[in-house]
């Protein structure tokens, strides 16, 4: 408890509500929110409550990415720093002295990814024959990077009498089945509605041909309000082409994907939280989970791929209740990618037009331009 004041914690958001009383009784649990939701105190806190005090490794926590894991452990050492309760992670893209020496030592908590873990398992430097809560969090993301076969393997080594929790901000029908064969009559939590954008975020495409997306992406930063800003292109080189335009122009930029080392990837993340950078330029690396406070815009530079993306992206800002804007450059061959989004959250996202930028003709104007969305609990659309 003084673990969970000391960080400025009052009241429990509705997934930890509903979980708390689930999670100490050890049923098993299949729980889903909207990023933002405070997921990882739902499962971390009654676990740290069942733990009590030091012993053999007990709580496994499964991470698709290395960020996603070392947030993790940050928050369960955080709720734990005034116990005796020893919290561990290992994950790939860095050496593997300190992560055996701290092994050695042991845990009581582990947050791991599938790929380093197994590493370890087979060099016989972790067992987990004592696991008794296994945690599978992000689930659909692990789908998604084809860590599943991974997860089935680390599944089979864990005793069959243990509390299994899966946690994601989307529960999709490809893993019902694995879900079957991993949890025991699960307790299900659903918080909202899982196609939604978050509600107090104000989303808009703005139409523009192919020759002057930077152009216009320069113009949005320069006249819109922007505290801070996280932009999403599709690949990594696209991230790197963008970031550096950007650098040129002036502007303080962090880039985050998979092929930064780890060390420039913690230093992108820190940056950006505390301020050093305005914006960062990532992939869909930081769509998911990233906990970034204060983030005032989300730009799409490059539309998703898959729809369920957009969600997870624009996501990222109006956190907590907090409001946000999220932009999406269209060009003519995004129009059916953009669709798709409309389709997967049922509803027509606004096109709009920024005042004073010399547009070159595109059929895309010919929908017309609408005033931007605002969706707030509780009160209707406005217009």
């Not at 076969?149 to 599944?155: A, G, L, N, S």
């Not at 898959?306 to 209740?321: C, L, N, S």
Request: net charge positive; proline share 5%; aromatic share 8%.
């Amino acid at each position: 408890m003084h673990g969970v004041q000391s960080m400025g914690y009052v009241d429990p958001t509705p997934i930890q509500l509903r979980a708390f009383p689930i999670v100490l009784t050890g049923r098993d649990l299949v729980g889903s929110a909207q990023t933002g939701t405070g997921k990882t105190a739902a499962f971390a806190l009654p676990i740290l409550t069942m733990l009590k005090t030091r012993g053999p490794m007990r709580a496994l926590v499964l991470q698709p990415t290395r960020e996603l894991a070392a947030q993790v452990e940050t928050a369960f050492r955080d709720f734990a720093r005034f116990s005796d309760l020893r919290i561990g992670v290992v994950y790939g893209g860095v050496g593997y002295g300190a992560q055996r020496e701290m092994l050695k030592q042991g845990v009581d908590v582990l947050v791991a990814t599938p790929g380093r873990l197994l590493d370890f398992m087979e060099n016989g430097e972790i067992k987990l024959d004592a696991i008794q809560h296994l945690v599978l969090d992000e689930v659909d993301r692990m789908l998604d990077m084809g860590f599943l076969p991974q997860v089935r393997r680390v599944v089979e080594k864990c005793p069959k009498e243990r509390q299994t929790l899966f946690f994601s901000a989307t529960i999709p029908p490809e893993i019902e089945g694995f879900t079957k064969w991993v949890l025991r009559d699960p307790e299900v939590i659903q918080i909202g509605v899982r196609r939604s954008p978050a509600e107090t975020v104000t989303h808009a495409i703005y139409p523009v041909a192919r020759d002057q997306k930077f152009d216009l992406l320069l113009a949005l930063l320069e006249k819109t309000k922007i505290d801070s800003a996280l932009i999403f292109c599709r690949t990594k080189h696209g991230a790197d082409k963008v970031a550096h335009a950007l650098k040129e122009q002036k502007h303080s930029v962090a880039v985050l994907h998979s092929n930064r080392t780890q060390h420039e990837r913690e230093d992108a993340l820190a940056g950006f939280k505390s301020g050093k950078y305005e914006i960062m330029v990532a992939t869909d690396i930081a769509s998911r989970g990233i906990d970034i406070a204060g983030v005032s815009h989300v730009i799409n530079y490059d539309v998703p791929l898959h729809p369920e993306d957009y969600v997870h992206r624009i996501g990222r800002t109006g956190r907590a209740q907090a409001e946000g804007d999220a932009f999406t450059l269209m060009t003519g061959e995004d129009l059916e990618d953009v669709k798709k989004v409309e389709y997967f959250i049922a509803q027509k996202i606004p096109r709009l037009k920024l005042d004073g930028f010399d547009y070159l003709y595109t059929a895309l104007f010919d929908e017309g331009p609408r005033v931007p969305i605002r969706r707030v609990p509780g009160k209707k659309r406005r217009r």
